[in-house]
Structure formats: C-alpha cells, structure tokens
C-alpha cells in the first residue's frame, strides 16, 4: 500500500505528558498537512509544508504544538504537556503541487486521548 | 475563505439518486469547489472538483450555476456503503476548510 500512512494509530497519555504522531506522506508528493478533527466536526486545518518549509500554520496551533518535516519526507507532530482539549483525531495529508488541484490523500489519523 | 452551508443530515434508500446542495455565497474567484467524503475512523477522500458548469467523473457529477454561489453534489444510484459524511469546500489550492458536512445515510 503506497497511501499515507500514520503511526501510532493511538494514543492514550496523561496530562502533562508530550506526544509525538508521525506521518509518511505519499512518496512523490511534495505537500504535507496536519489537520485535528473532534467528534462532529470536520477537520481543522493545522499547518502544512512544502518539501521541507513550512509554510502555513493555523492560529490553532498553539506554542505546545510543533511539526517539523527534516528533508522533506516524513513530518512529526509534538504535542507538549498535553491537555484534556487536545484529545482528538490528528490526521496527516499529502498531495503533489498540482495548482488547480485540490486533491489531498488523507491517512488514517492518530487518535488521541488525554486523560 | 469561502463559508460553505449544507444540510446537517440526508436519508435516503438504496438505488435512488442523491443530490447534495452547498452554498457558497461568498466564493472567490480564485475558489475551487472540492467534496470530500468521510467515512468512520477514517480520513476524508476526495470525490470531485469543480470550477463552473458540470463535472463528471466515475464516482458523481458536481453542478455548478453561472453565479458559483452554489454547487450541488449528484451521487447516482447510492448503496449501502455511500453512508458517510460530505464535506463541500470553496477554498483555493493550498489548505482546505471543512465544515461540519452532511450526514448521508442510505437505507436497504
């Protein structure tokens, strides 16, 4: 299976703790984006990067949260001392830089729970 | 970014045609309109994308007036396993904002 993938598949942490979520997007794709979704809604767009910048970040992503994509390839996601709030499902999507194209490949997401 | 408004739920039986209404008053000119579709525990799929009149794929056609201020999502003949959650978007080509989308449930 050549998809996005995302690890772990999840999480379960205790306040105050920090997590860490990985994606691997779509080999040839060159765009990765984090998005959190919490039970109905539709996901909240976090940050993307291109290659290895990272040129967008939402003002969700508050000071705890840091992503990084170190030579363009896979990207982590930290979350520092987890809150209760955070509890939610962090999904990863790639796609490659097609301009009049809005077609994002989604992983199955990280679901976390912060107790 | 575009506000996009469609209904919170749809029923509907299998074999019948579905039709999806989003409004997007606000779009600009730069906005593509893109559905994705959800299913439980797992990430959104792309359906289709438009820009203006109609666009068809394998999967549905996408109608979009002159004015763009609307689209409609046409699912034909759904089955059990089209149940899921429809998001409509009006954004451009870098992030996407979704909604909170329709719930389709498809009944034998």
């Known amino acids: 299976d050549t998809g996005v993938s995302q690890d772990p598949r999840h999480k379960i942490t205790k306040r105050g703790q920090n997590v860490t979520f990985r994606c691997d997007p779509i080999s040839e794709h060159n765009r990765l984006y984090w998005y959190r979704q919490t039970l109905g809604q539709g996901p909240e767009f976090l940050t993307y990067?291109?290659?290895?910048?990272?040129?967008?970040k939402s003002r969700l992503l508050s000071d705890r949260f840091s992503a990084e994509r170190p030579k363009g390839s896979f990207s982590t996601l930290e979350i520092q001392r987890t809150e209760q709030g955070d509890s939610a499902m962090y999904l990863c999507?790639?796609?490659?830089?097609?301009?009049?194209?809005?077609?994002?490949?989604f992983g199955p997401g990280t679901r976390l729970t912060v107790l | 970014l575009a506000k996009t408004t469609q209904p919170i739920s749809m029923d509907s039986y299998e074999g019948q045609e579905v039709n999806i209404t989003c409004s997007h008053n606000?779009?600009?000119?730069?906005?593509?309109i893109t559905w994705y579709q959800q299913f439980p525990s797992q990430g959104p799929r792309f359906i289709i994308q438009g820009y203006k009149t109609k666009v068809t794929n394998e999967v549905a056609s996408l109608f979009i007036p002159a004015d763009r201020k609307s689209s409609t999502l046409s699912l034909p003949r759904v089955s059990l396993s089209d149940t899921a959650v429809y998001y409509c978007?009006?954004?451009?080509?870098?992030?996407?904002?979704f909604g909170k989308g329709t719930m389709l449930l498809v009944s034998p």
């Open positions: 978007l009006a954004s451009g080509y870098s992030t996407l904002t």
């Open positions: 990067f291109q290659n290895e910048a990272q040129l967008e």
């Open positions: 999507a790639s796609s490659p830089r097609v301009e009049s194209l809005n077609e994002q490949f």
């Open positions: 606000n779009i600009a000119t730069n906005d593509y």
